[in-house]
């Protein structure tokens, strides 16, 4: 299926968002309307509304990089901070740092897994071996 021939352009329509901003909402990076995401982060076959394949738009493990940063970040400042002013034992280190880690990265897998999904529609990394030319 030639996605380009068929349907709309990628700004023509969603409201004017861009297709990182759809990929962020779970969306289809080209209509804004169509379920990105098959489960929880697994990337759809293709859209249900425009039929745009989501083949080759795999990110992989680039989305847990900023996770791993901004995470990460958020959690050792926190853990820093309580440990300097109250001094608790480790036990609540624990308590507190290992759930809120946990929720804190599975909200905000799915927002980064989506963006990075609207990258690679909007820069077209995914379509490179289909151009004329090969180059
Ligand atoms: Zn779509």
């Not at 745009?52 to 900023?66: I, K, L, R």
């Amino acid at each position: 299926m030639n996605d380009l021939a068929s349907s709309p352009s990628p700004n023509a329509d969603g409201g004017g968002a861009s297709p990182v901003m759809r990929g962020i909402r779970g969306r289809c990076p080209r209509c804004g309307e169509g379920r990105l995401f098959k489960g929880y982060l697994k990337v759809a076959d293709t859209c249900d509304v425009c039929g745009m394949s989501f083949h080759g738009h795999d990110t992989g493990d680039g989305p847990v990089v900023p996770v791993l940063l901004i995470i990460g970040g958020i959690i050792v400042g926190l853990a820093l901070g309580l440990e300097v002013v109250y001094e608790p034992p480790v036990w609540v280190h624990l308590l507190l740092w290992i759930p809120l880690g946990t929720l804190l990265t599975l909200g905000i897998m799915v927002p980064l897994k989506g963006m990075a999904v609207g990258l690679q529609y909007k820069y077209r990394s995914t379509e490179e071996e289909t151009r004329p030319g090969g180059v």
